[in-house]
């Protein structure tokens, strides 16, 4: 569906329509400072206006006293992966962002969840549909709110392809090609590369972000997928998927194709419609996307996409705004990825797909 959210509004969080909480700015603790939370969510969470980072959680010493030192943070305002728990009773922290490799996001997340914080998990939400549930439960019995990693649906060139869809701007959509790719040659050994802690290859990591395209893109969920892998590099991808196709049926008619890759360069979608067509390439990085259309082109300011994501799940809790990307997406997304490692187990056989009920509305 086009710009996918939560339907309902939860009220029983945080207070509603009040330019008091508009104001206030929720305390964030990064869990786990890798490359992504410090080259790309602390340096955003410097531009927020209605978050901040107040608070970290690292295994590694020498981080803490690099990252206090650095963001001015507090001693009290520092864990460990052992006293993570003690989170509960510190009121400065509002917000877990759970930025860790794929295996211990639920884990985290429902201890986050429990420890009565709202929750943004990293994608792709879990390794299985299973946490995935998990989570979800979680965080509705500790009544929080919870958003997936999903920085796109906050960014502009992604809203603006929603909104051609949800106004048939170009028509109906026929046809989506999505790929999402990247040549992986760094050290074989990387937690990316190892099943047990990523769930898998290049559909979990840059997967999802095709996946997703081909949904906003067409305004639909899919409703039967068939799938290949293909791998070109088996001394270096010995644990994980390396590349895989994979094609998608729509209601109407409509059909879409995808590639991901850890060893190919490519971030592009296009999608053809009845009175025209439009694109974006890139498509899906940090760098600024570029669209064209059959209309021209598409020119937004350059924001960090970081800091545009958790200022609107901020303004969800604050003022009970769209949830742009909730948990239910996560899960949508971990529905169709088991669906297409299923279909490459059986030799690229249709796998259909039922993803009702899952509680999304149009954006």
């Known amino acids: 569906m086009a710009g996918v959210a939560l339907a309902s509004g939860m009220p029983w969080a945080c207070g509603m329509n009040s330019k008091k909480n508009a104001q206030r700015s929720l305390g964030v603790a ?44 507090a001693e009290k305002n520092i864990y460990n992966y052992e006293n993570f728990d003690s989170i509960a009773s510190n009121s400065e922290i509002d917000i877990i962002y759970v930025v860790l490799p794929n295996s211990m996001h639920a884990d985290f ?67 989506v090609m999505a ?80 590639m991901t890759s850890h060893n190919i360069r490519a971030n592009r979608l296009r999608a053809s419609c009845t009175g025209g067509w439009f694109e974006l390439d890139p498509a899906s990085t940090y760098i600024p996307l570029s669209g064209t259309t059959s209309k021209g082109k598409i020119e937004f300011p350059q924001e960090s996409q970081q800091k545009l994501q958790m200022d609107d799940f901020a303004l969800h809790i604050l003022e009970n705004r769209t949830n742009r990307a909730p948990g239910e997406m996560g899960k949508r997304d971990m529905i169709i990825v088991e669906a297409i490692y299923q279909s490459v187990a059986k030799g690229g056989k249709k796998v259909p797909l039922d993803l009702g009920g899952l509680g999304l509305a149009k954006d």
């Open 109 to 175: 997340s429902i201890r986050a969840a429990r420890a009565g914080k709202h929750v943004i998990c990293e994608k792709p939400m879990a390794i299985s549909v299973a946490e995935c549930d998990a989570i979800i439960n979680a965080c509705q019995e500790a009544r929080v709110r919870l958003g997936i990693g999903y920085r796109l649906h906050s960014e502009p060139y992604t809203r603006e392809i929603k909104r051609f869809v949800r106004e048939h701007t170009f028509g109906d959509p026929l046809y």
């Open 179 to 258: 790929e999402a790719a990247y040549r992986s040659t760094g050290n074989p050994d990387q937690w990316r590369l190892n099943k047990a802690l990523s769930g898998g290859g290049a559909l979990m990591n840059m997967g999802v972000y095709a996946i997703q395209s081909t949904i906003y893109s067409t305004g639909k969920n899919p409703i039967s997928v068939s799938a290949q892998e293909f791998s070109t590099r088996p001394e270096y991808f010995k644990d994980t998927d390396e590349t895989i196709t994979a094609q998608f049926e729509f209601e109407g008619g409509v059909i879409a194709n995808i």
């Open 30 to 73: 990064l869990v786990g400072l890798g490359s992504y939370s410090t080259y790309q969510l602390a340096p955003a969470l410097e531009q927020t206006q209605y978050c901040h980072l107040a608070g970290i959680v690292t295994g590694t010493p020498a981080k803490e006293k690099r990252w206090a030192s650095q963001y001015g943070l």
